[in-house]
């Protein structure tokens, strides 16, 4: 008896592994009469490192935002883990361990930095949230800045708060909206060794990025939006031979 549930419990395990992390089928979005994503299909395996690119107002931001629940309506699937989430509230989403870096940050300014990290409760009570140490281990800036305020923080410490405090929560799939944006060389490079940290870790990564340097050797896949669409999928191992096509959508 104790066999057959052990085998049982391995094949649920087993069963669990090969759910993607994220799965969308057929989604649109609006913003009120703003028709935005027009049939988006991607998946995420766990583990994974995916990327969306496109020229702005391809609809990369709209499509991170629709998995939250951001937007106005949505039709479609979205599914996080194997469950259906399009009909659920944002908070909700949350506590199925999403994480969202938005591009604007987020950040409290008036709470000091140590303050904004201990700010947010778990998504769930069975999430692993990463200790202070861990995350000053990752972003030794922030342990030296930890009484600042975030008024007082650089561009790049921000970002590296606004990251840090979704690990806090004990979110494995994190939305990362143009995390290196207009940030310094030196910080962009510290941003790519948390992701690569990260998915050592085993969480799941979808970045929207216009700095495709920064992307291009992070990803393991890469989707291409154009108009609200899906028009280019492939994996890290084919991005040489898509150049050719990534300049002509992209202008890479």
């Known amino acids: 008896m104790n066999t057959v549930t052990e085998r049982e419990n391995t094949e649920v395990s087993g069963a669990a592994e090969s759910t993607p992390a994220l799965a969308i089928a057929g989604l649109q979005a609006w913003y009120g009469e703003s028709h935005i994503l027009h049939g988006v299909d991607l998946t995420v395996g766990r583990g994974e490192v995916v990327t969306l690119l496109g020229r702005n107002g391809a609809g990369r931001t709209t499509t991170l935002r629709a998995i939250m629940g951001l937007t106005g309506r949505r039709t479609g699937s979205i599914q996080i883990g194997g469950r259906e989430t399009i009909g659920m509230a944002t908070h909700r989403i949350a506590h199925c361990g999403v994480g969202y870096c938005p591009e604007e940050r987020g950040i409290f300014s008036s709470l000091s930095c140590e303050e904004n990290l201990l700010l947010p409760p778990p998504v769930s009570r069975h999430a692993h949230t990463m200790s202070l140490d861990e995350i000053y281990q990752m972003f030794p800036n922030l342990k030296e800045r930890r009484q600042s305020q975030g008024t ?10 606004a990251v840090a405090r979704i690990l806090r929560t004990g979110a494995n799939l994190l939305l990362l909206d143009e995390i290196s944006e207009g940030l310094a060389p030196v910080i962009v490079q510290t941003l790519a060794r948390m992701i690569v940290a990260l998915k050592a870790r085993g969480y799941t990564i979808v970045m929207v990025e216009q700095n495709f340097r920064f992307a291009a050797p992070l990803a393991d896949r890469f989707y291409v939006m154009e108009h609200g669409r ?15 096509v990534l300049h002509d959508l992209l202008g890479v």
């Open 230 to 244: 899906i028009v280019e999928h492939f994996g890290a191992a084919e991005l040489e031979s898509k150049m050719p």
């Open 152 to 161: 007082r923080l650089s561009g790049g410490e921000q970002q590296m708060l």
